[in-house]
């Protein structure tokens, strides 16, 4: 059984750093490429990052390129998304997915498992 558990999420003030992070389980992590989308109240789950199986690829979306850092840990089996800078635009569910298809892609139905996801506060 597949379980991804994202951890990390809580309410901060604009300007702070959260550092998120996703538990993977019963998949091959270390083959999987992965990503972290979010969903605010009202608006469409909308891609944040993603990062190739061995970490050497990554790609970003123009809002959180520059503030936000996607990493993983095979050994761990866990992938992370340092968020620095952040905005109130950024405070939303956070969710870590990983992709049927490639990390390349950013549309959220070429990814198959998805966590329960962890909310970010962000007050201004």
């Known amino acids: 059984q597949v379980q991804l558990v994202e951890s990390g999420g809580g309410l901060v003030q604009a300007g702070d750093s959260l550092r998120l992070s996703c538990a993977a389980s019963g998949l091959t992590f270390s083959r999987s490429d992965m990503a972290w989308f979010r969903q605010a109240p009202g608006k469409e789950r909308e891609f944040v990052a993603s990062?190739?199986?061995?970490?050497?690829?990554?790609r970003y979306s123009d809002s959180v390129k520059g503030r936000f850092t996607i990493s993983r840990d095979n050994a761990k089996k866990t992938v992370y998304l340092q968020m620095n800078s952040l905005k109130p635009e950024d405070t939303a569910v956070y969710y870590c997915?990983?992709?049927?298809?490639?990390?390349?892609?950013?549309?959220?139905?070429?990814?198959?498992?998805w966590g329960q996801g962890t909310q970010v506060t962000v007050s201004s």
């Open positions: 997915a990983r992709s049927r298809l490639s990390w390349n892609i950013q549309a959220a139905l070429t990814y198959d498992y």
């Open positions: 990062i190739s199986w061995s970490g050497g690829s990554t």
